[in-house]
């Protein structure tokens, strides 16, 4: 059974930083897209960053471009979201997902297995 479980989650202010984990159990995704959505309170998930198996090619949203860092240690099964220069308008509960396909995407309709999700709250 495949998980994927989040961590690192938690209230900072603005302008600060945390780094978000996520771990995955069950299979491997070293060959296989991985990305990051969010959903604030009131609003549809959105798209925050994806990750090809190798780490080289890399995807943002303009919101978070420049400021967030998606990366991968297949070694430990393991993807990353480093968030820098945090903002009020980035609380929300953030989601990994993963793909079968190698492809990176930034529609969560084409991600087929999720996390639990992380809160991460921004106070100004």
């Known amino acids: 059974q495949v998980q994927l479980v989040e961590s690192g989650g938690g209230l900072v202010q603005a302008g600060g930083s945390l780094r978000l984990s996520c771990a995955a159990s069950?299979?491997?995704?070293?060959?296989?897209?991985m990305g990051w959505f969010r959903q604030a309170p009131g609003k549809e998930r959105e798209f925050v960053a994806t990750?090809?198996?190798?780490?080289?090619?890399?995807s943002y949203a303009d919101s978070v471009k420049g400021r967030f860092t998606i990366s991968r240690d297949n070694a430990k099964n393991t993807v990353y979201l480093q968030m820098n220069n945090l903002k009020p308008e980035d609380t929300a509960v953030y989601y990994c997902?993963?793909?079968?396909?190698?492809?990176?995407?930034?529609?969560?309709?084409?991600?087929?297995?999720w996390g639990q999700g992380t809160q991460v709250t921004v106070s100004s």
């Open positions: 997902a993963g793909r079968r396909s190698w492809l990176v995407v930034g529609i969560g309709s084409e991600y087929d297995y």
């Open positions: 069950g299979r491997t995704f070293m060959s296989n897209a």
């Open positions: 990750i090809n198996g190798s780490g080289g090619v890399t």
